[in-house]
């Protein structure tokens, strides 16, 4: 059975930086698209980043130019680095595994880690 860790979230200040990871058990992620989600209190869930098996990456608007995607398929894990960060980002990460053709789709497709959360706070 798949397996999907998050880990790297915690507090930050405006403007500061994290890098959240997500180490994948039980499947090899090369054949898929990976990515993430947030969900911030009040908020709909939103697609932040992902990247296909081929190496595409894509993002949501709110992050573009702050926020970097990159997976490496021999330790199984898939990483955010996110720059810049403000309020607005606040919210819980979820690390996602799915197929490619669905990698631009906001919804429950795939498998799911339990998230991270990510304050951004002075």
């Known amino acids: 059975q798949v397996q999907l860790v998050e880990s790297g979230g915690g507090l930050a200040q405006p403007g500061g930086s994290l890098r959240l990871s997500c180490v994948v058990s039980?499947?090899?992620?090369?054949?898929?698209?990976m990515g993430w989600f947030r969900h911030a209190p009040g908020k709909q869930r939103e697609l932040v980043a992902f990247?296909?098996?081929?190496?595409?990456?894509y993002y949501g608007d709110s992050v573009k130019g702050r926020f970097t995607v990159s997976r490496d398929n021999a330790k199984n894990t898939l990483y955010l680095d996110m720059n810049k960060l403000n309020g607005e980002d606040t919210a819980v990460y979820y690390c996602?595994?799915?197929?490619?053709?669905?990698?631009?789709?906001?919804?429950?497709?795939?498998?799911w880690g339990l998230g991270t959360q990510v304050t951004v706070s002075s």
């Open positions: 039980g499947s090899d992620i090369s054949d898929f698209a």
């Open positions: 996602n595994r799915r197929r490619d053709r669905d990698a631009t789709s906001n919804n429950l497709a795939g498998s």
């Open positions: 990247v296909t098996s081929t190496g595409a990456t």
